[in-house]
């Protein structure tokens, strides 16, 4: 009889982790800003040598005399703890025992002149909350994810073929805790109430504003002197981390606002970090941005490239997350970019491209995307530079998509319009159709458009408020279904009626008007239509998807376009009157000769509409020539009526 086979039941232990410190080739690839791992070298991490444990610290600081490491384990004692420089490159190292997690330290540097600087950690992965400046001692290991299934499906995807509608939020606004003081909800507060929030509308991805480390709350997040740190203003490091485990587990992408066009000019931050320009240009007309008063990276050092890209990197394999939102790109690519006569200098061929700026953008996206498919770079870019969203490796930057600020402009302009003028503006709305295919759109309706005296989306509309809640339901039906991804600020979707402020909560009692409520149903609803039906989202980039009924009928101020796709049968026509007048036996051209069958209608008393609409439920076509198509349907078009209706080809 053969012996049963048994099985040890003894736990493999793990293999102990090596010791953390920099070696040679640490400081050989930083130098040649190749080192994609080197947020986790530098900065402050718990380890263990010789049998003790503590925390090894290391900083780039090339101009040094010396550098000295001070904290609340040693009481900021200035002479203590002198680190040691490693190599040519510049980076000082000290490993210190028995120190541990929440610890309080900053960098003294000693100029050459003797000066002294106190810095905080660029690469801290934890911050002081403000108004301290001091970096903070944390270990970002050891936190159990629970997205496995998200994570694993996202690299599978085409993300051009995917629906995309992405709700831009900044936490210290969205709702402010009853409990007073700055009414911060935490990372984890606030996952327990976004989560639900956004399956309800429901939208497929949130970006969020002002997450890395920043000192001041009216900046948004905007000057930024943590870039490994997610703000200490919501919690820890891991608090974060269960955000985005909670947002995937729920089926929400989480995208994340990143600046690499400039920087915070505070003293404990990067600006001459060690006495010197290392972060920055030294020529202030290369260094600096005059009218935002801050600095601007000097990306012809392989340093500062690495120093970005190693962060995006950080990100994605510490923090999850799915994609980033580049703030600001126009104004890396030209080196006049806000700037008079005399304040910035040409290139060496004359001109005013940075070309370390194309090169970075290429490296940065052939690296990431290259590595991580799924992952979506979106650039911020608002003027008519050519192949933004070209193929990684190609001559373009290679971001997956680009802000449509021209379709915004357009569309904004045209809808503040009072309706009898709306016919002298008709191509505003149709222009953007012409470029298109230029590049993978998406179309913004952000932050930066409900602040600063812009008014709110629905203050922007014309007429009384019923009238501006009307034409705000006709402006976002034409948003969902044109061509492009789509994106909102948070607040527009229930018509929020004040602009937006970093430091009050959205006006949610407004949800008591029926105005308001009928307008946040209505959002969901549109965005329930976007991702049910794969002709509204899956080809957004060339006429395949996209064909206008009637792109000319001005004198009516009425639009009727039909979305569609490859794969599918099913298509979306959308006809919307932009004014408030009635169309009594309105006829449009159709593409088929079948059944129409209606999927939405605007003026709906429970989207908050004045309701009444005699429109059939369904309405089989006529032969007869109408806006160049041999057969047509017909019905009474509401005033400010937007129409959605579902038919199939044969």
């Given at each position: 009889m053969a012996a049963k086979k048994t099985t040890s039941k003894t736990a493999v232990k793990p293999a102990p982790k090596e010791p953390v410190e920099v070696t040679d080739v640490d400081c050989y690839l930083f130098g040649q800003g190749t080192h994609y791992d080197i947020y986790k070298k530098l900065g402050s991490h718990p380890t263990e040598q010789n049998g003790q444990k503590g925390m090894f610290f290391a900083v780039w600081a090339p101009n040094a005399a010396a550098v000295h490491v001070i904290g609340t384990f040693n009481g900021w004692n200035e002479d203590q703890y002198a680190m040691t420089k490693a190599g040519e490159v510049g980076i000082w190292t000290i490993f210190i025992p028995n120190v541990g997690e929440g610890e309080l330290y900053k960098y003294l540097i000693y100029t050459p002149e003797g000066n002294k600087i106190y810095k905080a950690d660029p690469y801290a992965n934890y911050a002081e909350l403000r108004p301290g400046t001091a970096s903070r001692t944390y270990d970002i290991e050891g936190y159990k994810w629970g997205d496995a299934r998200w994570m694993n499906a996202r690299d599978k995807k085409d993300v051009f073929r995917q629906p995309m509608a992405i709700y831009e939020c900044h936490i210290g606004s969205w709702m402010k805790h009853p409990d007073g003081g700055d009414g911060f909800y935490t990372y984890r507060e606030f996952a327990d109430r976004i989560v639900p929030y956004l399956k309800e509308l429901p939208y497929t991805h949130i970006e969020l504003m002002g997450i890395l480390e920043h000192p001041l709350d009216a900046s948004w997040g905007y000057q930024v002197t943590g870039y490994y740190a997610p703000t200490s203003r919501y919690g820890t490091p891991k608090d974060f981390m269960y955000l985005i485990d909670e947002l995937h587990k729920a089926g929400i992408g989480v995208i994340l606002d990143w600046v690499p066009a400039h920087f915070c000019p505070d003293a404990h931050g990067l600006a001459r970090f060690d006495g010197q320009c290392i972060y920055e240009d030294p020529d202030p007309r290369r260094g600096e941005h005059p009218e935002w008063g801050t600095k601007i990276f000097n990306l012809a050092k392989p340093e500062v490239k690495n120093f970005l890209i190693a962060n995006v990197l950080y990100w994605i394999r510490e923090y999850h997350i799915d994609g980033i939102r580049v703030d600001a790109v126009a104004s890396m690519l030209y080196l006049d970019y806000g700037k008079k006569n005399g304040e910035w200098l040409p290139n060496k061929f004359g001109g005013n491209q940075n070309l370390d700026a194309i090169t970075f953008f290429?490296?940065?996206?052939?690296?990431?995307?290259?590595?991580?498919?799924?992952?979506?770079?979106?650039?911020?870019?608002?003027?008519?530079?050519?192949?933004?969203?070209?193929?990684i490796g190609t001559d373009g930057l290679g971001f997956t998509f680009k802000w449509s600020m021209g379709w915004m402009h357009d569309f904004l302009e045209y809808m503040k319009l009072d309706p009898v003028m709306r016919k002298g503006s008709h191509?505003?709305?149709?222009?953007?159709?012409?470029?298109?295919?230029?590049?993978?759109?998406?179309?913004?309706?952000?932050?930066?458009?409900?602040?600063?005296?812009?008014?709110?989306?629905?203050?922007?509309?014309?007429?009384?408020?019923?009238?501006?809640?009307?034409?705000?339901?006709?402006?976002?039906?034409?948003w969902i279904g044109h061509a492009g991804k789509k994106l909102l600020f948070m607040g527009q979707e229930f018509g929020q009626h004040r602009e937006w402020s970093e430091a009050r909560e959205l006006d949610w009692f407004l949800l008591q008007n029926p105005l308001n409520a009928g307008m946040q149903k209505y959002v969901a609803e549109l965005l329930k239509i976007y991702r049910k039906y794969p002709c509204m989202y899956e080809i957004d980039d060339s006429w395949a998807g996209f064909e206008w009924i009637n792109a000319d009928d001005k004198d009516r101020s009425i639009y009727?376009?039909?979305?569609?796709?490859?794969?599918?049968?099913?298509?979306?026509?959308?006809?919307?009157?932009?004014?408030?007048?009635?169309?009594?036996?309105?006829?449009?051209?159709?593409?088929?000769?079948?059944?129409?069958?209606?999927?939405?209608?605007?003026?709906d008393e429970k989207w908050g509409g004045p309701g009444g609409s005699n429109i059939p439920k369904s309405i089989k076509a006529k032969k007869g020539d109408c806006d160049w198509k041999p057969q047509y349907i017909a019905f009474d078009l509401p005033a400010y009526g937007g129409l959605i209706f579902q038919f199939e080809s044969k």
């Open positions: 290429q490296h940065l996206n052939s690296v990431v995307r290259g590595s991580y498919p799924g992952f979506i770079t979106i650039a911020e870019e608002s003027t008519a530079w050519p192949k933004v969203t070209s193929p191509y505003n709305m149709t222009f953007a159709m012409s470029y298109n295919d230029a590049e993978k759109y998406i179309l913004p309706l952000s932050h930066d458009e409900v602040v600063h005296l812009k008014c709110s989306m629905v203050e922007k509309m014309p007429g009384y408020e019923v009238d501006k809640f009307a034409n705000l339901r006709l402006g976002y039906e034409y009727s376009f039909f979305r569609k796709t490859d794969d599918s049968p099913v298509k979306l026509m959308f006809i919307l009157n932009m004014t408030p007048v009635e169309y009594k036996d309105y006829r449009v051209g159709v593409p088929e000769m079948t059944t129409y069958k209606l999927l939405l209608n605007s003026t």
